[in-house]
């Protein structure tokens, strides 16, 4: 690993090591670019990630407070926790499922084929889809994904038997595994998926693709990046010329740094990303860095959904076996005779046991009825609803004056107004998965409701105009040539894939760019 | 432990009351337990205030099996906050003050109607988030709720039964794929 010096000005400085960060820094480093890589969080590995579910949850995840308005039921049930991202080395692709379906050609021209809705910001992507698929293609032989490039599906496990059949019965036909970025055997340098079903805690066979130890490492090979742990940036400076010139941190003592900085990239999961931004406010900037457009934190989208548990008189174990393998891919169409604009998938999803009833039952169960889903422990079956939001302007990452996190910055406050589209594709996710589950003999079926994000997006979006986004097709801003938006933060929409394939694909692409543009000096 | 250096001990550590139980014979608790009977020191609630939370826990995640001592370890959770926080203690103590002292013996119906009128209070919210989060995490509750936690240890589920479900057609390979080793 390179140590580079601070007042090096010919450094990439990217912030955040996730999926979007991790691997620009692989890109650019083994391209020969010097990289400085910031990251919040510690170190784990395959040997350090806790197997005590509640402890692993410590281990991983962003704990520095958050606020959230708006009429959002996530305001009520998850007032502490709005959003459940990730602190460590490897971002969230440490507690992702490894869920990689693609966003579809319509979604990414979701304004032209939706049409106007009222209360909505749709844009369409400023990419062509055709280009999207090229980098697709990389990221999932990167990845090694299932069911692609020839790779097997992950084998069946009884959670998924009960998905299946009931998904066949009520006529879907477009269900299996899922996607996913897990080994079914060893490969890349990694182990084979062992069904231990503690895939949010940290994959101890790192059979499920993480940057930790995938792009990191081998970025660190290249003798090119200088990883710096437990670090969290507070600021993005920039000169006189209006281009960024670093950014200033606070070191593992809580002493404040500065890195001199030729790029910085930002990749810090969509909420933080706006906050940093916003936080880089300037006499010149007066409403934060890349923000002439008012774009910056606007737009927050998540994924339309929650839980439905399906409960039944016969055994299940639906925590053994990997966690979200298994889709119905039927409903991921735009076909406005539901009632609602976009689709949703319906994936897999089992919860551990000390998890379920705080992450996976609405705040408002007690007694009786919350007794009885979890004496069925054994025998329950469960849906994530993974559908497309409906962005809002209105839905956005503010500062919060009033709450100040340990270095006594304001925090994020995530303002969520549900719009009506969302309300009438969850409840047809939650009638169809209902059927779904009935339709195998369920005994009875409850649901959650809108459950903390770990789907962050578009808080600075990419867009063809200007005014309408943050971030140009490359995800460099609108407004500063040398500052990029690296993570899901630049989705123009949110589509209804999980989201990390798609951030891998554009951060592919993003290094590409990059290196093209410090050849020929432009930037 | 005798009863009288119990009491010393208690006395040593400040005790403000205790819960007490036996553990039924013959459940997975049984078990688990070293002994059968136990005994557990509050050091901000009365024995009284500790036996109302308990029955709160009892009302808001009733499982009729589940022996007290599981839930013991809720109340020992929520004494411990309120022995941190002055704060704590005067909003367990007004909540605990409005249901009355006969709480813990009443009704499940009444209990029931009790919580429901105080649904909104920080006091409920307080012991529903303690309950969720301490009574489904510990040895006890796996046991009870057939949970088997952690596989990795033991080779994954892929070894341990992860698709010995026969009560549904198999999935056709197309739709999924090879067992490992199989």
């Not at chain 1, 406010?281 to 548990?309: I, K, M």
């Amino acid at each position: 690993m390179a140590a580079i010096s601070q007042d090096d000005s010919d450094a990439v400085v990217i912030i955040g090591s996730g999926a979007g960060g991790g691997t620009l820094a692989h890109e650019l480093t083994r391209r020969g670019i010097k990289v400085v890589l910031i990251e919040a969080g510690a170190r784990q590995s395959l040997e350090t990630f806790s197997q005590v579910p509640g402890d692993a949850f410590a281990q991983l995840t962003w704990l520095e407070p958050r606020t959230i308005t708006g009429t959002s039921t996530v305001a009520q049930d998850y007032p502490t926790l709005p959003s459940w991202t990730c602190k460590t080395v490897g971002g969230t692709t440490v507690h992702w499922t490894g869920a990689t379906p693609r966003i579809r050609p319509w979604e990414i021209r979701s304004r032209t084929t939706y049409g106007e809705i009222k209360g909505a910001s749709l844009i369409d992507w400023p990419v062509e889809y055709s280009e999207l698929e090229h980098y697709y293609d990389l990221a999932e032989k990167r990845m090694v994904v299932t069911r692609r490039n020839g790779n097997p599906g992950l084998p069946a496990s009884n959670h998924f038997k009960v998905m299946y059949n009931g998904a066949k019965r009520i006529g879907y036909k477009r269900v299996h595994t899922n996607y996913m970025a897990i080994n079914t055997k060893p490969a890349d340098g990694r182990g084979l998926c062992i069904q231990q079903g503690f895939c949010v805690q940290g994959c101890k066979t790192g059979a499920k693709w993480s940057t930790l130890y995938t792009e990191i490492p081998r970025a660190e090979a290249t003798g090119n990046l200088d990883l710096r742990v437990q670090c969290r940036a507070s600021r993005i400076e920039h000169g006189d010329n209006g281009l960024v010139t670093g950014v200033v941190y606070r070191d593992p003592q809580g002493n404040e740094q500065r890195q001199k900085a030729r790029i910085v990239c930002v990749a810090c999961n969509s909420v933080e990303t706006a906050r940093l931004l916003l936080l880089s406010e300037s006499a010149r900037f007066p409403h934060g860095l890349a923000n002439s457009s008012d774009q910056v934190g606007r737009n927050y989208s998540c994924h339309t959904g929650g839980f439905v548990w399906g409960i039944f008189d016969k055994p299940i174990h639906f925590y053994r076996g990997t966690t979200l393998a298994g889709i119905v891919e039927d409903e991921t169409r735009h076909d406005p005779t539901r009632g609602f604009a976009g689709g949703y998938h319906l994936e897999l999803a089992a919860l551990d046991l000390p998890s379920l009833p705080l992450a996976g039952l609405p705040s408002t169960m007690w007694g009786r009825d919350f007794a009885f889903v979890l004496e069925h422990y054994r025998s329950m079956a469960g849906i994530f609803i993974n559908g497309e939001d409906m962005p809002r302007a209105t839905n956005r990452i503010t500062l919060n004056s009033n709450v100040k996190d340990s270095f006594g910055l304001p925090v994020a406050n995530i303002h969520v107004d549900d719009h009506e589209n969302n309300a009438a594709m969850r409840a047809h996710a939650q009638k169809q998965a209902k059927a779904l589950y009935e339709a195998v003999g369920a005994i009875r079926v409850v649901h959650s409701r809108q459950t903390p994000a770990t789907h962050n997006m578009c808080t600075a979006r990419m867009s063809k105009d200007p005014r309408d986004g943050v971030a140009n097709p490359h995800g460099q801003t609108h407004d500063i040539a040398n500052l990029f938006i690296a993570d899901g933060s630049a989705m123009s929409t949110p589509g209804s894939a999980n989201p990390t394939l798609t951030i891998v694909a554009l951060a592919l692409r993003q290094a590409e760019f990059i290196a093209a543009q410090m050849s020929a000096r432009n930037i | 432990m005798t009863p009288k250096n119990l009491m010393q001990r208690r006395e040593f550590l400040g005790a403000t009351g205790m819960l007490t139980g036996l553990i039924a014979a013959g459940t997975p608790l049984a078990l688990l337990a070293p002994g059968r009977a136990w005994a557990m020191d509050l050091h901000a609630l009365s024995s009284s205030e500790g036996a109302t939370v308990m029955a709160v826990c009892r009302t808001i995640a009733p499982h009729d099996k589940l022996d007290d001592a599981a839930y013991a370890l809720v109340v020992q959770s929520i004494d411990g906050d309120a022995a941190k926080n002055a704060d704590t203690l005067k909003m367990l103590r007004d909540g605990l003050g409005h249901l009355g002292p006969a709480f813990a013996t009443a009704t499940e119906s009444t209990r029931v109607q009790a919580l429901t009128a105080i649904e909104s209070s920080p006091f409920f919210k307080t012991v529903r988030t303690s309950t969720l989060g301490v009574l489904y995490a510990t040895p006890m509750a796996y046991a009870y709720f057939g949970y088997e936690g952690e596989a990795f240890s033991k080779g994954g589920y892929l070894v341990r039964g992860f698709n010995d479900l026969r009560w549904l057609p198999e999935v056709p390979l197309a739709d999924s794929g090879p067992v490992p080793g199989a």
